[in-house]
């Protein structure tokens, strides 16, 4: 044969084929071992610890002092801290190793700011463990909030344009009569009694004069029946009205809407009271004037009350109908004309007997930079609280499904009303009216 064919025999006693290859030696292996979770712990984060600058020192390796932190002077001196001597060799923890040397190694290490001071969380943070970032930072917004504070502290109350305010255009009652009429019935009522004059000295008979009286004092009367009623006859037609119904109600139409009314995307508050989230507020401060007395206004006569100081505002709200449940939003900001018809309630009273004012109303007073020198004053506050229940009377619009009351495009007129010897009553804007007793219809929102 030309050639052997080569073979070995197996330890087990086999010859097989092949040359017997040798043994390779293999590299030693270590075992790995699983990196436990430190929770945040310096002492057991290794190479942390180092990179912030924190020295480290395993109580199983090393049993030494531990490191001192020396203060400096009470002026502010730098503060030093001296670290432990180095220690050479393997630690017998396993997650610890051994004390590297290096460029920051050393007796004494100075720092240029305070010491890093370890959170519970882990976080390493600079400064005292008592000087946080959200503490810092509420420290510095303390200012503004101190600011907010005391404006909150003011009673005077700080609307932008979005609020209605009622003080310049108060609520108009008036009569919806032709001045043409007026003025006819004035002329032939003067002509009437200048003829009868006349008449009774030319022909020296009082009967003419006394038919003259006889028909013009019944004129008289009906006009000062209707100056002092006008007002309550106005409020009679508008609670006699019938209320509608938003579901059926159309574009445009003048309507009656009788619900539950929420506040807006602004709430108001009253100034004295201080009653939160209500939709028309209001503050009067009359004063009575006597014989020679200060007048409170231009327009004050003597012995009467009149109004020195006046805050009205109303704002958008909505009301929930009676009648379909719906809910509408009544444009009462912005300026809008609106007539609030709202008793007040006498909220303080300052007679020649009570001179002792209250905290709070000489704060009001002071706020609004009024004197309270010898005046007989009376303080009346009104409003919609959210909850109550208010009738509103204006024009239905519908825009992008949205149920809107606006301001009607004319005044609201109660009509002439002969069998009270009423004359037509008009009022602009829009009508809101409420119950006297707020306290009981409340409903919570």
């Given amino acids: 044969m030309a050639g052997r064919i080569q073979s070995h025999q197996l330890p087990n006693g086999l010859y097989v084929s092949g040359k017997l290859e040798q043994p390779k030696e293999r590299p030693p292996t270590m075992a790995a071992r699983a990196v436990p979770y430190t929770g945040g712990d310096i002492k057991k984060s290794g190479e942390l610890g180092r990179m912030f600058d924190i020295s480290v020192v395993d109580s199983a390796s090393f049993q030494g002092p531990p490191p001192l932190i020396v203060g400096g002077n009470s002026s502010g001196g730098t503060s030093r801290l001296q670290a432990p001597p180095r220690v050479s060799g393997?630690?017998?923890?396993?997650?610890?190793?051994?004390?590297?040397?290096?460029?920051?190694?050393?007796?004494?290490?100075?720092?240029?700011?305070?010491?890093?001071?370890?959170?519970?969380?882990?976080?390493?943070?600079?400064?005292?463990?008592?000087?946080?970032?959200?503490?810092?930072?509420?420290?510095?917004?303390?200012?503004?909030?101190?600011?907010?504070?005391?404006?909150?502290?003011?009673?005077?109350?700080?609307?932008?344009?979005?609020?209605?305010?009622?003080?310049?255009?108060?609520?108009?009652?008036?009569?919806?009569?032709?001045?043409?009429?007026?003025?006819?019935?004035l002329i032939v009522a003067a002509m009437g009694l200048l003829v009868g004059a006349f008449l009774t000295v030319a022909v020296k008979k009082p009967v003419v004069i006394a038919a003259v009286l006889a028909a013009v004092c019944p004129a008289i009367v009906v006009l000062v029946w209707n100056c002092v009623w006008r007002r309550k006859g106005l409020l009679s037609f508008i609670k006699k009205y019938p209320d509608a119904e938003l579901r059926g109600a159309i574009d445009g139409q003048f309507v009656k809407v009788t619900g539950v009314v929420t506040c807006g995307s602004i709430p108001l508050e009253s100034s004295f009271q201080r009653t939160p989230r209500c939709v028309y507020v209001s503050t009067e401060l009359y004063e009575y004037k006597g014989f020679g007395g200060k007048s409170a206004n231009p327009k004050h006569r003597c012995f009467s009350w009149g109004s020195r100081h006046a805050e009205k505002y109303v704002s958008d709200f909505y009301i929930s109908d009676f009648q379909s449940g719906l809910r509408a939003l009544v444009k009462a900001g912005y300026g809008s004309k609106v007539s609030p018809f709202v008793k007040p309630a006498t909220v303080a009273n300052v007679t020649t007997q009570n001179k002792d004012l209250s905290p709070s109303f000489l704060k009001w007073l002071s706020d609004r930079n009024l004197s309270a020198d010898d005046r007989v004053m009376r303080l009346k506050e009104g409003y919609i609280k959210e909850g109550s229940t208010v009738s509103v009377m204006g024009m239905v619009r519908r825009h992008d499904n949205v149920l809107m009351i606006v301001t009607p495009a004319e005044a609201v007129s109660s009509g002439c009303r002969w069998w009270h010897c009423l004359f037509p009553t008009y009022a602009d804007g829009l009508i809101i009216t409420c119950d006297d007793n707020q306290n009981a219809d409340v409903i919570p929102v």
């Fill in 90 to 185: 393997s630690s017998s923890n396993p997650n610890s190793g051994s004390v590297r040397s290096g460029p920051n190694s050393g007796s004494v290490k100075k720092f240029s700011g305070p010491l890093s001071q370890l959170q519970p969380t882990g976080l390493i943070t600079s400064g005292s463990l008592g000087s946080s970032g959200p503490i810092l930072s509420g420290s510095r917004r303390s200012g503004q909030l101190d600011h907010q504070l005391s404006n909150l502290a003011s009673s005077k109350p700080k609307y932008g344009s979005s609020v209605t305010s009622l003080n310049v255009d108060p609520v108009r009652v008036g009569f919806k009569v032709p001045k043409a009429m007026v003025w006819a019935v």
